[in-house]
């Protein structure tokens, strides 16, 4: 009869509620994991000792943390997303904060790792006396580069060199120094 069907109908339209209701809630949840990934990767990424570096296949700027900004002397913002890699360049060149030579000597150095699809490990030396460890990796559409700052380690080992080959008391060269040179 008419209330038997409209009952069935009334429960056949709360299943099929209930249903995308729990849909909802687990599509819901998923965006709540995502997002929390999201800012845990975000989290890591800023606090990352090297800076970073991420474009696409067309030389977009995908990923940049401020640690590389740091290294590089820029202000927050110089760099975002999106940008080319001639606008990054350009960026840097406007900052001031890398001079000219070491800077074009750096794009020519990335230009043929991209273009060879190579995967290297340099240190590049900036003539202010800056020194990074320099890693590019490429994607399967582009690439990733980390910078370290490497100038404070080099003199302390420098340091260490010198302590071990001169005395202490008197910095007079030590017998270690003394051997190392008649041999």
């Known amino acids: 009869s008419a209330a038997y069907a409209a009952r ?13 209701l729990e849909r909802a809630c687990e599509r819901e949840q998923h965006e709540r994991q995502v997002r929390l990934e999201a800012k845990r990767l975000d989290t890591a990424v800023d606090n990352m000792h090297q800076g970073l570096l991420m474009f696409d296949g067309e030389r977009r700027l995908l990923v940049v943390n401020g640690r590389f900004l740091e290294l590089c002397g820029l202000p927050s913002g110089a760099l975002w997303p999106g940008m080319s890699y001639a606008e990054f360049v350009q960026a840097i060149e406007a900052e001031g904060n890398i001079p000219l030579d070491d800077l074009g000597s750096i794009v020519a150095r990335r230009v043929g790792m991209v273009e060879q699809h190579i995967r290297a490990s340099f240190v590049w030396e900036v003539s202010d006396g800056r020194i990074f460890s320099v ?49």
């Open 8 to 20: 069935l109908e009334a429960e056949a339209g709360r299943a099929v509620a209930e249903s995308e």
């Open 135 to 183: 890693t590019h990796q490429p994607m399967e559409e582009g690439w990733i580069a980390t910078y370290e700052d490497i100038a404070e380690h080099r003199r302390m080992n420098a340091r260490i060199a010198y302590m071990a080959h001169h005395d202490a008391l008197t910095d007079l060269a030590n017998r270690v120094l003394f051997h190392e040179q008649l041999e």
